[in-house]
């Protein structure tokens, strides 16, 4: 804002019904640099002070017939409540003086007759005073602009660092989905594993009250937990961990170190990287690779291993009771030194959810059919992916008329060699 408060000089309203005494006080002020006004009388006064802007003093005689000097300032101070009032009164008049200061607001008064230079003082401070207010004012609108500009730049601002945030966000987790696409593409058997693992491992941490921000960190450590099988040995269902040859055995055992090592040169994983490492650990200090035991696990890397557990149980299990069996299961691993036992309260929590999300088992079965034969509302059991391995559609998606329409038109681009897998009901028959 530029504004120059010297650019209009101020106004000065001189108000009495002697017109010798107006134009000896209009001479007295001409060589001052205020801009001056009279009127002969308090209602030609009010006219003078609505038709000009900005009078910043008014100096008013007391003794005037029809309006008096207190009456006049009192009806000037509603027209403008900023200009400094003046009186102007004979000595003897002080009742007039007390009245004007009571209810004209006046700022002061003169002796009348006066001496010229007081008077001319008396109005240099009341000038001065009217321009220290208004340069006040100035400053205050000044600042008050000012600070608004600010809130609506720090508004902007606020805005675009979300939106950049949630840009990152985005990037960084699709980087995260490719690098676990990855593994799923090299190990069919691990297809679901991954996202499910993050799934329940972040409802388990949920539920064990974990703060926001450790909550994300075992979310991305459960997504690529096995990321360091990666580079290792061939883990297709023909070589099951339990078939590995003790050299195999060696090998497999290193993904967990082989994992952090990938993330670790990634500053936004390397807290994540420490969960990878020991998702292995058991409870009882027979797990690998540091043997830890009990709290002396990282409690992420304890919920991730519960997670896991969970995944390959619900996996496994069918029928209507897929719940219970995995909450069975989950109680033995406790018991049997495995898994955190502080963690089963929470699983049971867990797992009846997890299992209604995932109809797997719970009266499903599941069939493969055509992409032709796709309906809406059906929901995929596995990953859709295309002959290549790309990666389509996720399992658990419900299908409607855009996914299906994709899947139609991907499948003449790139054509599976099998069909997709759709989750079925059992009739109740
Ligand atoms: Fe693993
Ligand atoms: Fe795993």
Not at 230 to 252: C, F, H, K, M
Request: glycine share 8%; hydrophobic share 40%; aromatic share 4%.
């Amino acid at each position: 804002m530029s504004e120059d408060v010297n650019a209009a000089p101020i106004k000065v309203l001189f108000v009495d019904d002697e017109e010798y005494i107006l134009k000896s006080i209009s001479r007295l002020f001409v060589d001052e640099p205020y801009e001056v006004l009279t009127a002969p009388s308090g209602a030609k006064g009010l006219t003078v002070l609505r038709g000009a802007e900005d009078v910043g003093v008014i100096v008013t005689d007391q003794r005037m017939p029809s309006m008096t000097g207190t009456e006049f300032l009192a009806r000037a101070k509603e027209i403008a409540p900023d200009a400094l009032r003046i009186v102007l009164t004979g000595y003897a008049d002080i009742h007039a003086v007390v009245e004007a200061i009571n209810r004209g607001g006046a700022y002061r008064y003169a002796a009348k007759p006066w001496e010229d230079e007081e008077l001319l003082q008396i109005v240099r401070d009341a000038a001065r005073q009217y321009e220290l207010l208004r340069e006040n004012d100035r400053l205050e609108r000044l600042v008050r602009k000012q600070n608004e500009e600010l809130k609506e730049w720090n508004t902007e601002l606020e805005r675009r660092v979300m939106e950049a945030t949630h840009r990152l966000k985005k990037s960084f987790d699709d980087t995260l989905a490719s690098f676990a696409g990855l593994l799923e593409l090299r190990d069919p058997s691990e297809r679901h594993h991954s996202c499910n693992v993050a799934a329940v491992a972040e409802a388990l941490a949920v539920a064990a009250a974990l703060p926001a921000d450790e909550v994300e960190t075992v979310r991305i450590a459960a997504l690529i937990h096995d990321i360091g099988k990666v580079g290792g040995i061939d883990l297709s269902p023909n070589n099951a961990v339990q078939a590995l040859t003790p050299e195999q055995w060696r090998s497999y055992k290193e993904h967990p170190v082989r994992g952090q090592t990938v993330v670790d040169s990634i500053e936004a994983l390397r807290s994540a990287g420490v969960l990878i490492r020991h998702h292995h650990e058991r409870w009882d200090g027979g797990g690998f690779p540091d043997g830890l035991r009990g709290a002396s696990i990282p409690v992420g890397a304890r919920i991730i291993a519960l997670a896991d557990l969970i995944d390959r149980e619900m996996s496994k299990c069918r029928g209507a009771n897929v719940s219970d069996l995995v909450l069975d299961a989950v109680r033995g691993e406790g018991s049997a030194g495995r898994i955190d036992p502080g963690l089963v309260p929470h699983a049971r929590r867990v797992v009846p959810e997890v299992c209604s999300r995932a109809p797997r088992g719970a009266g499903h079965y599941e069939e493969e059919i055509d992409v032709s034969k796709l309906r809406r509302g059906m929901t995929l059991s596995r990953d859709a992916l295309s002959g290549t391995g790309v990666l389509l559609l996720r399992a658990g998606t419900v299908m409607d008329g855009t996914t299906i329409a994709a899947l139609a038109r991907h499948s003449e681009l790139d054509p599976s060699r099998t069909g997709v897998y759709v989750f079925r009901e059992h009739s109740a028959a």
